[in-house]
T-cell receptor, first 112, second 109 residues
């Protein structure tokens, strides 16, 4: 089955820790995206990548980092510099820029 | 002013009625427009995409785009309780998508 897979579904982070969220797609899509969603709000763009080994900052990139070493994979690291990381994180992919997005199941991150 | 604004909710309609969801955007060169449905605690799923001015119909759903007015809407005919969800408008330019805050729709039996 083709799709986009995020793991883990739930993640707990201690203060001062870095954590990495996984996102893998087997749709052969060029573009991949990371969004953050807070309760009652829309999606805010963290980082996006339209090609392997290249990525751009979105609207709220501070405290986050990404890599795109393979077309299929776009992991997101939430660093200790992100002061309020508790949120629902969504990864998405698009066949090409400006086409519809396919979303993973999301990762719910909580700081404990 | 937000880049993408949706009509504030929540919106409540009786079963069988038409639900109307509206979205305005600020970037005149936006190229692609999408409506996603998101159930509580789940990830968004595509309902409609529209790329040129006019109407696009798919079953009970109709998307309308007016680039001159920078306006995109979604009509849901014969609303069903299963349509109860949050609807997100997304506007894309140069590969970057911007989402509205969503409108929560409740369809009452």
């Amino acid at each position: 089955d083709g799709g986009i897979t995020q793991s883990p579904k739930y993640l707990f982070r201690k203060e001062g820790q870095n954590v990495t969220l996984s996102c893998e797609q087997n749709l052969n899509h060029d573009a991949m995206y990371w969004y953050r969603q807070d309760p009652g709000q829309g999606l805010r763009l963290i980082y996006y990548s339209q090609i392997v080994n290249d990525f751009q900052k979105g609207d709220i990139a501070e405290g986050y980092s990404v890599s795109r070493e393979k077309k299929e994979s776009f992991p997101l690291t939430v660093t200790s510099a992100q002061k309020n990381p508790t949120a629902f994180y969504l990864c998405a992919s698009c066949a090409t820029a400006n086409t519809e997005a396919f979303f993973g199941q999301g990762t719910r991150l909580t700081v404990v | 002013q937000k880049e993408v604004e949706q009509n504030s909710g929540p919106l409540s309609v009786p079963e069988g009625a038409i639900a109307s969801l509206n979205c305005t955007y600020s970037d005149r060169v936006s190229q692609s427009f999408f409506w996603y449905r998101q159930y509580s605690g789940k990830s968004p799923e595509l309902i409609m995409s529209i790329y040129s001015n006019g109407d696009k119909e798919d079953g009970r759903f109709t998307a309308q785009l007016n680039k001159a007015s920078q306006y995109v809407s979604l009509l849901i005919r014969d609303s069903q309780p299963s349509d109860s969800a949050t609807y997100l408008c997304a506007v894309t330019n140069a590969g970057k998508s911007t989402f509205g805050d969503g409108t929560t729709l409740t369809v009452k039996p």
